[in-house]
Nanobody, 124 residues
Framework: VQLVESGGGLVEPGGSLRLSCAVSGYTYTPYCMGWFRQAPGKEREAVAT???????SYADSVKGRFSISRDNAKNRMSLQMNRLNTEDTAMYYCAADSMSWTYCRSGSVPDFGDWGQGTQVTVS
């Protein structure tokens, strides 16, 4: 299984970025996928999660600004980030695993077994 993130970069406050996650190696469609982020000195936290039918869950800090989506046929997941601010600066990771929606929407890091290497987002 391989998850590869792309789309990070440097953006000014108020700007937008779109992250992508390419998924390969699964013999089935992972039920739950998510975007997480980790800023220096802080714990990794869930940004948004999405289950296979498209139902989504968001952290309060990004609601109304970020939008998660997935294309199961193309094995891809995206995160559209708008109105970025300096507090959004972090390494962003995509993750996937199979679990119930109750666990998926909670976005608990230990519940996700497959991770990408991350893509850096800097808002400055």
């Amino acid at each position: 299984v391989q998850l590869v993130e792309s789309g990070g970069g440097l953006v000014e406050p108020g700007g937008s970025l779109r992250l992508s996650c390419a998924v390969s190696g699964y013999t089935y469609t992972p039920y739950c996928m998510g975007w997480f982020r980790q800023a220096p000195g802080k714990e990794r936290e869930a940004v948004a999660t999405i289950r296979s039918d498209g139902r989504t869950s968001y952290a309060d800090s990004v609601k109304g600004r970020f939008s998660i989506s997935r294309d199961n046929a193309k094995n891809r997941m995206s995160l559209q980030m708008n109105r970025l601010n300096t507090e959004d600066t972090a390494m962003y990771y995509c993750a996937a695993d199979s679990m119930s929606w109750t666990y998926c929407r909670s976005g608990s890091v230990p519940d996700f077994g497959d991770w990408g290497q991350g893509t850096q987002v800097t808002v400055s």
